[in-house]
């Protein structure tokens, strides 16, 4: 076992337990994707320990856990970087020259999409559509978001975002 | 809560509301992106120094419509709407337009009355009737807006039977994509066996390019739920779900506050309006999977498992979540429902054409003036739209088509700018209704990168259950990948129209049988394009970088040096003061060369 503190999802499970999503002892199922969802947002992403005590003490196999969780791009196994950034890929950013953004971040991060960089500072990931067309091409960083953006632009923004600012 | 309570309330609001004569709604839930919340924060700072508090009211509503103009305010009673509002502009719109009812020319975009053509006066906003006028986040003032009358009218004057019978003579067909009949829908649910049954919102709006939905859950979320409780009382649901996008944090935040709400006064839960009928909903977050817009994927996904299609039969109305009968229905399709049951069902199919009836949203975006949420009634064309709603092309470039329903759309050309738009004519020219989003393409978009844009989302998103979705998406993208880069084959098209057969007719799910569109619409209008691709090796489009060239022009190259400095790759050489040139052999084809100089001396062909 490594360090990680287990009392947050004690915590979750213990308040859903209480609820009426229990029987039997047993956290059902069905309620396995917002158990995981609380677990994330508490710890940022899901690690393996707290993935096998929920397991253990809900009594879904931890295959099946990692099953869910493989196949739904918004859970995560790794910690993930301070800053969060999405790229839109939807329609209007593509007509939009989208493409050129996106390629901008991973060239600037020097990171692929879905990887963290080195300092842990940002992930880099690309969203079908964030639904706010009217800005394209769009990202955004952790909430904020950043329309009609050029590729020469994305740079500053990076560098303000590091230097500890924000917008 | 009984009838005469609910009234008494909508009375209370509405003379509340009338004793303060200014109001500006500023729309904070797509404009929050652009800064709203610091108006709000101006206005309210104005507001005070000024001790205009009993003269100006100041509304947080939902969306306007015109996104391109964001952020976004009207004013009453004048119905002026400004766009593009910075903080440093309330104070001269509260001295003039609110105190003095001038308008002001600069930020003036349109107006709430009066018009009858244009962004504004061409819509006719029935759906939309309540958005941008209510704060959505305030249950009193939907009620003020007459929200839950006609739940009590259901609840305490009709028989479920006909309650489905409304939505039968209604017409309306799901606003989802599959346009399916949404009275038949009920019905089926309605009499399936068994008694525990379960009504769904499908609120994961995962098509790209459309975001009615998100305006909706924003704007009006009692209205969704309003029509949620209808249908729940209709098939015979006590609880129900709302499935929706994490990536839309505005809308999780208003359904939630709205259903918390809507149990604080007693129209959740136990025994609503005192008609004995019970009704819960609670609130899931999707987790990042488009195939989950499927009604079974959705399922599964509520399960807590893989959310993966299955095959139908037995379709959820009577095997659905947990596999008990479970009716889905989209947000636009639940939001009719009230609407529906206030002016009847016959009233209400009066409105569009004969086999679509009502109105639909689209989200119009891409190369468009006025990018915004419009509502129009069924039958409208393309034209009135993109031209007189949508304010045409910018820049005076020429429309080339219209991306219609997303990935499982079609790319709708100019020759059908006059088709009335409903279900059926949408279907005969290859496109479908689908959610309602309409991205506008002028002639500088590639219908081959637009082919290959969709088939590369679709891949990504295919769940991989079955073959032919899975292993033919992936061989049409890749096919087209290879037109793009320039090499293409000859043979390539009847590939792809032949992968294309498969892939529609023999896939599981609808994402995987309306995955071939996109390519099928534009090689049915377009093939001239891809052929120029294959044989002529050109994008006349110039958007497929591999098939461009770049080359400097003698007579306006300055000398400067700039593109040389900016080539990431070298291939610029030449002396200060004196013409450059680029090595086609090393250019990558980045186009950098073309962004930095100030004297269009490089050519792109």
Same mark, same amino acid.
């Given at each position: ?37 609380d677990i ?38 790794e ?15 593509h ?25 842990g ?33 994305i ?13 | ?13 509405l ?18 992106a ?10 309210e ?22 996104c ?7 004013l ?8 593009k509002v ?6 001269e ?27 504004f ?19 009193e ?10 739940l ?19 017409g309306?067909?799901g ?12 019905k089926?649910?309605?009499?399936a ?7 769904i919102?499908?609120?994961?709006e995962?098509?790209?390019g ?52 809507a ?22 977050k ?9 009604e079974?994927a959705?399922i599964?996904?509520l399960?807590?498992?893989r ?7 037995p ?7 947990l ?5 889905i ?15 009847t ?12 009836t ?6 119009l ?8 949420l419009?509502e ?8 009135e ?8 092309i ?7 088509a ?7 759309g ?18 005969e020219?290859?496109a ?18 637009m ?17 032919p ?34 892939v ?16 099928l ?18 994008c ?11 080359? =400097?022009?003698?007579?306006? !190259?300055?000398? *400067? @040096?700039? $593109?040389?400095?900016? #080539?990431?790759?070298? +291939? ?6 004196g013409?450059?040139? =680029?090595?086609?052999?090393? !250019?990558?084809? *980045? @186009?950098k $060369?073309?962004?930095? #100089?100030?004297?269009? +001396?490089?050519?792109?062909s």
């Amino acid at each position: 076992m490594t360090g990680v503190n287990l009392d947050p999802a004690k915590n979750i499970l213990t308040r859903i337990e209480m609820s009426e999503k229990q029987t039997n002892g047993k956290i059902k199922a069905a309620y396995l994707i917002p158990l995981l969802q609380d677990i994330q947002e508490s710890y940022g992403y899901l690690p393996r320990e707290v993935l096998e005590y929920v397991s253990n003490f809900s009594g879904i196999a931890l295959s099946r856990i990692f099953g869910v969780i493989t196949f739904y791009e918004q859970f995560y196994l790794e910690p993930q970087g301070k800053h969060t950034i999405k790229c839109c890929r939807g329609t209007a950013c593509h007509v939009k020259n989208g493409q050129k953004i996106s390629d901008t971040i991973s060239e600037v991060l020097k990171v692929n999409e879905g990887e963290t960089t080195d300092d842990g500072v940002f992930t880099f990931e690309t969203v079908a559509c964030l639904g706010t067309c009217f800005l394209a091409p769009v990202m955004m960083i952790d909430d904020e978001y950043f329309g009609n953006l050029t590729s020469n632009e994305i740079s500053k923004i990076i560098k303000r975002y590091k230097e500890g600012g924000t917008r | 809560m009984t009838i005469s309570e609910l009234k008494l309330l909508q009375k209370e609001f509405l003379s509340r509301s009338k004793k303060i004569k200014h109001k500006v709604y500023i729309c904070t839930t797509g404009c929050r992106a652009s800064g709203a919340l610091n108006l709000v924060t101006e206005f309210e700072k104005i507001r005070k120094e000024m001790s205009l508090e009993d003269q100006l009211e100041i509304i947080q509503s939902g969306c306007h419509g015109k996104c391109s103009q964001a952020p976004l305010i009207r004013l009453e009673p004048s119905g002026y709407y400004y766009g593009k509002v910075r903080s440093e502009d309330v104070k001269e719109i509260i001295e003039k337009t609110i105190l003095e009812d001038e308008k002001i020319d600069r930020l003036f975009t349109g107006s709430a009355h009066l018009e009858t053509t244009g962004f504004f006066g061409h819509q006719k906003k029935d759906l939309l009737a309540a958005c941008g006028q209510v704060d959505p986040r305030k249950i009193e003032e939907a009620i003020g807006a007459g929200s839950y009358l006609a739940l009590a009218d259901v609840l305490t004057r009709l028989s479920p039977e006909e309650v489905i019978g409304q939505v039968m003579e209604s017409g309306l067909k799901g606003r989802g994509g599959a346009g399916f009949s949404t009275g038949l829908k009920w019905k089926f649910c309605h009499q399936a066996k068994g008694d525990e049954k379960y009504l769904i919102c499908n609120a994961d709006e995962g098509d790209p390019g459309a975001f009615m939905d998100r305006a909706l859950l924003e704007g009006s979320p009692h209205q969704v739920i309003e029509g949620m409780i209808v249908a729940a009382y209709a098939i015979g649901a006590s609880q129900g779900f709302i499935y929706v996008r994490a990536e839309y944090p505005i809308a999780v935040e208003h359904i939630s506050l709205a259903v918390r709400q809507a149990g604080d006064y007693g129209l959740l839960g136990q025994n609503i309006f005192d008609s004995g009928f019970d009704f819960n909903i609670t609130i899931r977050k999707g987790a990042g999977a488009f195939v989950c817009g499927e009604e079974t994927a959705l399922i599964a996904s509520l399960e807590g498992k893989r959310g993966m299609p299955r095959s139908r039969p037995p379709f959820p109305a009577n095997s659905g979540y947990l596999g008990k009968p479970t009716n889905i229905n989209n947000v636009e399709t639940l939001a009719n429902i009230p609407l529906i049951i206030g002016k009847t069902g016959k009233v209400y199919s009066e409105t569009g054409t004969e086999n679509s009836t009502g109105t639909k949203i689209f989200a119009l975006a891409g190369d468009v003036q006025n990018t915004g949420l419009v509502e129009v009634p069924m039958g409208i064309t393309l034209r009135e739209i993109i031209f007189d709603i949508g304010g045409g092309i910018p820049g005076g470039r020429k429309f080339k088509a219209a991306q219609m329903g997303g990935p499982s759309g079609g790319c709708v050309p100019e020759k059908y700018l006059d088709l009335p738009i409903d279900y059926e004519s949408l279907k005969e020219v290859g496109a479908i209704m689908g959610s309602g989003g309409l991205i506008v393409m002028d002639d500088r978009s590639c219908m081959v990168d637009m082919a290959h844009y969709f088939l590369e989302f679709i891949q990504k998103e295919s769940c991989g259950k079955c073959v032919p979705c899975r292993v033919g998406t992936r061989h049409m993208k890749d096919i087209l990948a290879r037109i793009c880069s320039g090499k293409g084959e000859s043979g390539d098209i009847e590939k792809l129209e032949e992968l294309a057969g498969t892939v529609k007719s023999s896939s599981l799910c609808a994402l995987g049988q309306t995955a071939p569109n996109p390519v099928l619409t534009t090689l049915k209008y377009f093939r001239s394009e891809y052929e120029e691709h294959i044989y002529s090796k050109k994008c006349l489009a110039l958007t497929c970088k591999d098939l461009l060239s770049y080359e =400097i022009l003698g007579g306006s !190259c300055t000398g *400067c @040096g700039l $593109c040389r400095k900016n #080539c990431p790759v070298g +291939a610029i050489s030449g002396e200060r003061k004196g013409i450059h040139a =680029i090595n086609p052999n090393t !250019c990558i084809q *980045c @186009g950098k $060369c073309f962004e930095v #100089c100030r004297f269009t +001396a490089v050519n792109v062909s």
